[in-house]
C-alpha cells in the first residue's frame, strides 16, 4: 500500500478478499510489506524499514479507505504489526491504532510484539475493543483443565489442594469466592506455586497474594450496564442474580445499582431457569428494566418471561456475558445490549502470562482488563459471525 494507490490496492487483493467471503472468514488480515526484511538474512533488524512523519500521515489515510471499505464488504481489515516491516514495535502499533479509525481492527500476535520487545499486554490492554483475530505462538506449555460439576466452592477448594499436590510451575484459576477459596490459594503461594485469577476475583487477588488477575472489574462493569439503562430512560429496574453468594455477580449488581441511579430491586434465584422465568414474570408490573447476570441462564429465562408477557420492548433488558440466543436476541432488538468480558482472551492471556513468567520471570501487576465491552442491536450480528469463529 506505501507504493499503491487504495485503487491498485484493492484490485490487488481482490481474489483473497472473495476467498476469504467464499470461506466465511471472521477477517482479512493485513500487514505492510513494502521494504520488508523479513526473511533477508543478510540485513540486521536494525536495518528494517521505517516511516517518516509525512508517510505516517499519508498511509495511515490509506488504511482508513481501506478499512471502510472492507467493512462495507463485511470482512473486517485486522492489521499484523510484523517483525521486518514498518509496523513492528510496540511504538509502531500503539501509533497505528491512535491515528486509525474505527475500521482498522487488530490482529495481536503475541510472538511477533515479544520478538520486537514489546508488550503485548499492554497492546491488548489499551486496544481491547479494536482487537479481531489474535495469532497463538506454540507456548510449549502443558495446562490440564479441571472444574467442579456444579458451583460448589468445598470442590474447587479440594481441586485447587489436589493441583498444589501435583507441584505444577503455575495455577490457573476462578476466583468467585475469595473466602472459600482463599485458604487453598494461600496454600498454592506458600508452595511456592505462582497463581493467576481469571473472570472472577477482580476485587479480591491481590488479598491473597495472586500475581494477577485477567477479566474485568465486575462493580465496574455494572455501573457502565446502569448507566446505559439509565441513559435509556429506565426509572424501575430488577436485578436477577441466580447465585447469590458469589461475589462477582454480587458486584455486578451492585454496580448496576450505583450506575441506574433509579430504583433497583436485587432478585435472588437458583440455577433453574424454569425458576428464573417464574420469579421474573411475577416482578413485570412494577418494573421498567431489566438486568440478568449471564444471558444463556437467567438472561434467556428473563426474555422468555417477556415474549410471554407480550413486554420485549417495553420492559429494557440487558445482561452480563453472551449466548447464541441473547446474541440474535441483541441482533432482533429484543435486548439492550449484553456486557462482553471477552472470555476468549481470560482463558488465553494467564497461559500466555505463564509462558512469559517460565521463561524470563516478567509478571503483569494488577488487573490484565478483557471488559467491560457492549455487543448491541448494531454490532450483535458481527459478533454473531465472529463468535461462531471461536474468538467472541
Known amino acids: 500500500l506505501l507504493k499503491r494507490t487504495v485503487k491498485e490496492e484493492m484490485e490487488n487483493i481482490r481474489g483473497q478478499l472473495n476467498l ?25 533488524l536494525s536495518e528494517r524499514p521505517t516511516l517518516d512523519n509525512d508517510t505516517w500521515n499519508s498511509y495511515c489515510k490509506k488504511i482508513n479507505e481501506i478499512g471502510k471499505r472492507l467493512e462495507d464488504e463485511e470482512m473486517p481489515l485486522a492489521y499484523h504489526h510484523h517483525m521486518g516491516t514498518v509496523i513492528q514495535s510496540e511504538e ?8 486509525t479509525n474505527d475500521s482498522v481492527k487488530l490482529t ?51 481441586l485447587i489442594d489436589n493441583a498444589v499436590s501435583q507441584k505444577p510451575k503455575g495455577i490457573v484459576i476462578t476466583l468467585p469466592d475469595a473466602a472459600a477459596l482463599g485458604k487453598s490459594v494461600k496454600a498454592a503461594i506458600a508452595a ?72 433497583v430491586e436485587i432478585l435472588g434465584t437458583s440455577n433453574d431457569p424454569t425458576e428464573i422465568q417464574k420469579a421474573v414474570a411475577a416482578k413485570l408490573g412494577g418494573v421498567d428494566t431489566i438486568l440478568t447476570l449471564g444471558a444463556g441462564l437467567s438472561g434467556e429465562a428473563a426474555l422468555k418471561a417477556l415474549k410471554s408477557a407480550g413486554k420485549v420492548g417495553q420492559v429494557k433488558l440487558g445482561t452480563f456475558d453472551m449466548s447464541p440466543g441473547m446474541l440474535k436476541a441483541a441482533a432482533a432488538g429484543e435486548v439492550e445490549f449484553l456486557i462482553d468480558q471477552q472470555q476468549y482472551l481470560q482463558g488465553y492471556l494467564p497461559i500466555a502470562i505463564f509462558a512469559q513468567y517460565m521463561r524470563w520471570g516478567t509478571m503483569p501487576a494488577g488487573v490484565v482488563m478483557t471488559g467491560p465491552g457492549f455487543v448491541t442491536p448494531d454490532n450483535a450480528s458481527k459478533v454473531i459471525k465472529w463468535a461462531a469463529q471461536g474468538y467472541r
Open 192 to 263: 511456592g506455586i505462582p497463581v493467576v485469577s481469571m473472570n472472577s476475583g477482580s476485587d479480591d487477588f491481590a488479598k491473597l497474594g495472586i500475581s494477577a488477575h485477567v477479566g474485568q472489574t465486575e462493580f465496574e462493569a455494572g455501573v457502565g450496564g446502569g448507566q446505559k439503562m439509565k441513559a435509556a430512560g429506565g426509572k424501575k429496574a430488577l436485578c436477577v442474580n441466580h447465585e447469590v453468594g458469589n461475589v462477582a455477580l454480587d458486584r455486578r449488581c451492585a454496580g448496576f445499582k450505583k450506575g441506574f441511579g433509579g430504583s
Open 108 to 158: 495481536i500476535d503475541t510472538g511477533h510484539m515479544l520478538f520486537a520487545g514489546g508488550d503485548y499486554l499492554k497492546i491488548i490492554k489499551n486496544f481491547k475493543e479494536k482487537i479481531a483475530h489474535v495469532h497463538c505462538k506454540d507456548m510449549k506449555i502443558k495446562c490440564k483443565y479441571t472444574a467442579p460439576g456444579t458451583f460448589d466452592m468445598v470442590e474447587m477448594a479440594k
Open 20 to 44: 476469504f467471503k467464499d470461506c466465511k472468514a471472521p477477517c482479512i488480515v493485513f500487514a505492510e510489506v513494502t521494504d520488508s526484511i523479513q526473511g533477508d538474512e543478510n540485513k540486521p
Open 92 to 99: 509502531d502499533t500503539i501509533r497505528l491504532m491512535q491515528e
